[in-house]
Nanobody, 120 residues
Framework: QVQLVESGGGLVQAGGSLRLTCVAS????????MGWYRQAPGKQRELVAA???????NHTDSVKGRFTISGDNAKNTVYLQMNSLKSEDTAVYYC??????????????WGQGTQVTVSP
């Protein structure tokens, strides 16, 4: 059974920092691209950052220079360090695992989400 368990969300003032953690079980962590997505009220879920199984990373433009994704294969864990938080970062943040395989072999999993609220 695959599980992605997020933690680290909370309420923080603008300019503050949080670190989100996602622990994966039931998957071969190093064979997946791990990502953090977020969904604000009334908006579509969007990719925030991702890290490939070879360590390559990408961050959406709105968080570049403020957020950093990293992973620890030994701990089956992916992190999202969020600095200089803004009120527009307020959202539910979801951990995602994607094996990036073709067709019916492709598997995508989601965590339950963790709320991040940034007060002005």
């Amino acid at each position: 059974q695959v599980q992605l368990v997020e933690s680290g969300g909370g309420l923080v003032q603008a300019g503050g920092s949080l670190r989100l953690t996602c622990v994966a079980s039931g998957i071969i962590f190093s064979s997946n691209t791990m990502g953090w997505y977020r969904q604000a009220p009334g908006k579509q879920r969007e990719l925030v950052a991702a890290i490939t199984n070879t360590g390559g990373t990408n961050h959406t433009d709105s968080v570049k220079g403020r957020f950093t994704i990293s992973g620890d294969n030994a701990k089956n864990t992916v992190y999202l360090q969020m600095n200089s938080l803004k009120s527009e970062d307020t959202a539910v943040y979801y951990c995602n695992a994607d094996n990036k395989r073709w067709g019916p072999l492709r598997k995508i999993y989601w965590g339950q989400g963790t709320q991040v609220t940034v007060s002005p």
